[in-house]
Nanobody
Framework: QVQLVESGGGLVQAGGSLRLSCAAP????????MGWFRQAPGKQRSMVGT???????DYVNSVKGRFTISRDNAKNTVYLQMDNLKPEDSAVYYC?????????WGQGTQVTVSS
């Protein structure tokens, strides 16, 4: 089983920023669309945004203009820059290839936004 490793979460006040990182094995990172996902308590895991191998990004409407996904090909790492955070952004954040593979889910990183 392969797991991707997320980091960078924490507790932040509304309006604050966090930068999440996701380290992936090279064979996954280099050849796949990568995505960030999140799961809040009592809710299903949902997509936040994606990034292609060439760096094109797409986001769900609720985070457009506030979140930015980027990638460092030399480090096999995907980033999620989150600005102007809102309490409703509180969740465990995960990365995976897209479509997601069940074997690749990591532990995620907790983001808590206080009002």
């Amino acid at each position: 089983q392969v797991q991707l490793v997320e980091s960078g979460g924490g507790l932040v006040q509304a309006g604050g920023s966090l930068r999440l990182s996701c380290a992936a094995p090279g064979y996954i990172f280099r050849s796949n669309l990568m995505g960030w996902f999140r799961q809040a308590p009592g809710k299903q895991r949902s997509m936040v945004g994606t990034i292609t191998t060439s760096g094109d990004t797409d986001y769900v409407n609720s985070v457009k203009g506030r979140f930015t996904i980027s990638r460092d090909n030399a480090k096999n790492t995907v980033y999620l820059q989150m600005d102007n955070l809102k309490p409703e952004d509180s969740a465990v954040y995960y990365c995976n290839q897209v479509p997601a593979k069940s074997d690749y889910w990591g532990q995620g990183t907790q983001v808590t936004v206080s009002s």
